[in-house]
């Protein structure tokens, strides 16, 4: 699984976060989710939105089974600092 995580990350991470080290991932069988907490600004829009992905008091924090993907997706668009980002995994990561 750890070279599966690796080899999605390498296709999908833009060429310039490559470089960015201090940002974290959770993969569910759709996309690829990236938080790069040193561009957060912590207005919790995520959390309000959307509290069954992205946890206050819990660690992960963020959840990928907590909602369906398209509505990860919508919520993640509105993160206003782009801490949060997303790309779909090239291939569908079997169950
Ligand atoms: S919406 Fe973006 S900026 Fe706001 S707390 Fe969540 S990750 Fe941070």
Redesign the pocket.
């Known amino acids: 699984m750890f070279i599966t995580d690796f080899l999605l990350f390498l296709l999908c991470a833009p060429k310039t976060e490559l470089m960015e080290l201090d940002r974290n991932e959770y993969i569910n069988r759709e996309i690829t989710v990236t ?1 790069t907490p040193k ?9 309000k939105g959307l509290s069954r992905v ?1 946890r206050t008091s819990v660690l992960p924090w963020i959840n990928l089974d907590g909602a369906e993907t398209n509505k990860i997706i919508s919520q993640i668009k ?4 782009g ?2 980002d997303f790309c779909h995994n090239p291939v569908k990561i079997p169950a």
């Open positions: 938080f561009k957060c600004i912590h207005a919790e829009k995520c959390a992205f509105k993160c206003p600092s801490a949060l």
